[in-house]
């Protein structure tokens, strides 16, 4: 159960090796997490993230899940409730992508988007419904600015997150009475692994800040978090402006 | 928010305790009588049930996520008053107000009442709730002569005092099965006012004092303590104390109707105000002035007994003023020459500044035989605190293990955060409280969300 500053107990992280997710998760054991189950493809970078989690005191489980084979999605997030209640799910698997590459071929846009999108559209559900059963608990899902505007250079990206977030959105609307409370993040460019390469955005931030950032939304029951907290003036300001603008602004 | 699904008569709902922090959903069910009482608790399902009362345990004790919730406020009949021997039985969904309203006319009073009359008899044994009189008279379910328990075999049991299902039944938040009845006895009065006695502490030295050397002359003995200031302050508090007001004391137009019960009662908090309408700023003001209004030495003020008791009941819904984000209710107790310890807290919190108005401070006589009861000899401190408060987990964690290694607990009943590891370091008799579970209630029937967090 979460206590009365939302800390969870039993985390659930899809894409186990996420940078944001691992660092949330390190918070959250700081504070009262001592159930850890970290689902992604079987890798050892998978194991190594594991074992680093239980260093620090708590017990932590994988669970094999590949966000493309929705179809098994069933089988391997009902296992993990099947054991017991899950405080916090965070949805935290996405792929970047090669924008160049998937405009050139679309089959790269389809494993982006299916990714991205579908993944996440059958992994939340699924967690969706068995949170529902429980009668609590939360689904925090991993959003990004760049789904608040499609821009140039990572549009396909981009319209993934874009519908991700539209997703979440309902499904938190959808949830809403349930007990189920449902959590977008809209980080901005984030120095991870991910970006690696990539020239850092203004207002970058880090997967701590983004860590941080969750802590305090799951404290408050928050419905969007932005992280840094700017980006939510920034791109309202953004989402606004005229595309004849905003398509030579150098972003 | 309420979706009429489940069983008939059922409806799913989200609940929180008093403090209004980690609401959750479960289906609410109000048995009428003992038949749908026994089919509730035979129907509940996987998840299980709790049995809830009027809501006023701060935390998650009457909650429970996708189960169900047994508002037992419907078994409310009296059903005899023994008014010879001051023996009052009825079922447990009677608030103490009611009682009162029924009994004080008769000359008789609840043994034991918290700051609050909207608690049910079922709750109070439940939590084994304590008083202002508990330095003399002990918790509530030392006052209970017998009471009647639907078990998770759906069987109504008669349990009395002296049995380990009293025991563990005594303070066990409802997890040994459904109070469904019970048999108290009352006290006597021949008024329904009290003689006060208020005088000032200047700081929690002289406070410690004159409850240690003057609190066996009252029956009713309590301080609020303003924890928000320091320096040579710090600790500094306004005693309440006294007794029922004997006849003679009245003047002569209130001896005419002594046993009145008149609560008053203002307009309720509002809904949907802002958190942090209770800062430091505003809180301390407040403290300073709630010190400094109180006189200095006043005796035998005769004040109304919902004045003396519940000052707080007369706001319904006070509850609000804490705005969405809700509040927690610190309290814990350490015992007799742990004096160090509760010195070490007081002064964490003022330095802190937790802006905390409602501050209680009193002095617990010999504990009872709860097994997860709360009360025990020695000092108890009561806080209220904004939950939005940053960085307030950690810091009561801190205190948590300060109180813990002095030997004291924290009060399940209000507790909404405490980390599982301390319940078996601050109830050592827990393991038995599991035991005892186990065998009597195999597939966890009565379950609550403080019974997962916690792992009781």
């Excluded at chain 1, 660092?23 to 190594?48: H, K, M, N, Q, Y």
Aim: charged letters at 20%; a positive charge; one cysteine or more.
């Amino acid at each position: 159960m979460k206590d009365a500053f939302g800390s969870p107990q039993s985390l659930l992280v899809l894409g186990g090796t996420s940078e944001i997710a691992l660092a949330t998760a390190r918070r959250l054991i700081a504070r009262r997490t001592r159930t850890v189950w970290l689902a992604g493809r079987p890798s050892p970078a998978l194991e190594d993230a594991a074992g680093r989690l239980r260093s620090l005191g708590a017990e932590v489980r994988t669970v094999p899940f590949d966000a493309l084979d929705t179809g098994g999605h069933e089988e391997a997030l009902g296992k993990v409730f099947a054991e017991g209640d899950i405080d916090v799910v965070l949805l935290a698997f996405g792929v970047l992508g090669d924008q160049e590459r998937a405009e050139a071929e679309p089959a790269e846009a389809v494993r982006i988007a299916g990714t991205n999108y579908t993944g996440a559209v059958s992994a939340g559900l699924v967690c969706a419904r068995s949170l529902r059963v429980q009668g609590h608990g939360s689904l925090v899902v991993l959003s990004s600015v760049a789904g608040e505007r499609a821009r140039r250079s990572n549009f396909v990206y981009g319209s993934s997150k874009a519908g991700l977030d539209a997703f979440a959105q309902g499904l938190g609307d959808a949830l809403y009475g349930t007990g189920v409370h449902v959590m977008v993040v809209r980080p901005g460019f984030v120095r991870t692994k991910m970006t690696a390469g990539l020239a850092a955005a203004p207002l970058a931030t880090t997967a701590e800040a983004v860590a941080e950032a969750v802590e305090a939304g799951l404290r408050r029951r928050s419905e969007v978090v932005w992280v840094p907290g700017v980006l939510r003036p920034v791109m309202a300001l953004l989402r606004h402006m005229p595309q004849a603008i905003f398509r030579k602004l150098p972003v | 928010m309420a979706s009429p699904t489940g069983p008939a008569g059922s409806r799913t709902t989200s609940i929180t305790g008093w403090g209004r922090t980690s609401p959750t959903t479960a289906r609410l069910l109000r048995p009428g009588s003992y038949g749908e009482a026994v089919a509730a608790v035979r129907t509940c399902g996987a998840r299980g049930g709790i049995a809830r009362g009027l809501g006023r345990a701060y935390g998650d004790a009457a909650q429970n996520a996708g189960g169900a919730v047994w508002d037992m406020t419907g078994l409310d009949r009296i059903r005899r008053v023994d008014a010879e021997a001051g023996v009052v039985e009825c079922e447990a969904g009677v608030s103490l107000h009611r009682l009162m309203e029924v009994l004080l006319p008769l000359g008789w009073f609840v043994p034991v009442s918290p700051g609050t009359r909207y608690v049910t008899v079922g709750g109070a044994v439940g939590a084994d709730i304590h008083g202002k009189n508990h330095h003399v008279a002990g918790s509530f379910t030392r006052h209970v002569r017998s009471f009647e328990l639907l078990t998770a075999d759906g069987a109504v049991r008669t349990v009395r005092p002296g049995t380990d299902l009293f025991d563990a039944t005594a303070g066990g938040m409802g997890l040994t099965g459904v109070v469904l009845a019970a048999a108290v006895r009352l006290v006597p009065v021949q008024t329904s006012l009290m003689t006060v006695d208020t005088e000032r502490a200047a700081d929690l030295d002289d406070l410690l004092a004159r409850l240690s050397a003057t609190d066996h002359r009252y029956r009713y003995s309590v301080a609020w303590i303003d924890l928000l200031a320091r320096g040579a302050a710090t600790g500094r508090a306004v005693l309440t104390r006294g007794d029922h007001a004997p006849l003679d004391a009245l003047p002569a137009r209130a001896r005419r109707a002594p046993l009145a019960f008149r609560p008053g009662h203002l307009p309720p908090a509002p809904r949907g105000l802002p958190e942090g309408l209770l800062g430091r700023r505003s809180v301390g003001l407040f403290n300073a002035f709630w010190y400094r209004r109180a006189p200095r030495r006043r005796t035998g003020e005769l004040q109304r007994l919902s004045a003396f008791f519940h000052p707080l009941d007369g706001v319904p819904h006070w509850n609000r003023i804490y705005g969405r984000g809700g509040f927690v209710q610190y309290q814990f107790v350490v015992g007799h020459g742990q004096e160090e310890t509760l010195r070490r807290v007081v002064e964490r919190i003022a330095a802190r500044g937790c802006p905390s108005f409602l501050a209680v401070l009193k002095r617990f006589g010999a504990g009872g035989s709860g097994w997860l009861s709360f009360p025990a000899a020695g000092w108890t401190l009561a806080l209220d605190i904004p939950a939005g408060l940053p960085g307030l987990g950690a810091f009561l964690d801190e205190l948590d293990e300060a109180v813990a290694a002095a030997g004291g607990r924290v009060y399940l009943a209000k507790d909404a955060r405490l980390r599982p590891e301390l319940v078996d370091v601050m109830y050592p008799r827990a393991p038995e409280f599991r035991e005892l579970r186990g065998r009597l209630d195999p597939r966890g029937v009565f379950t609550s969300d403080l019974s997962r967090r916690l792992a009781l």
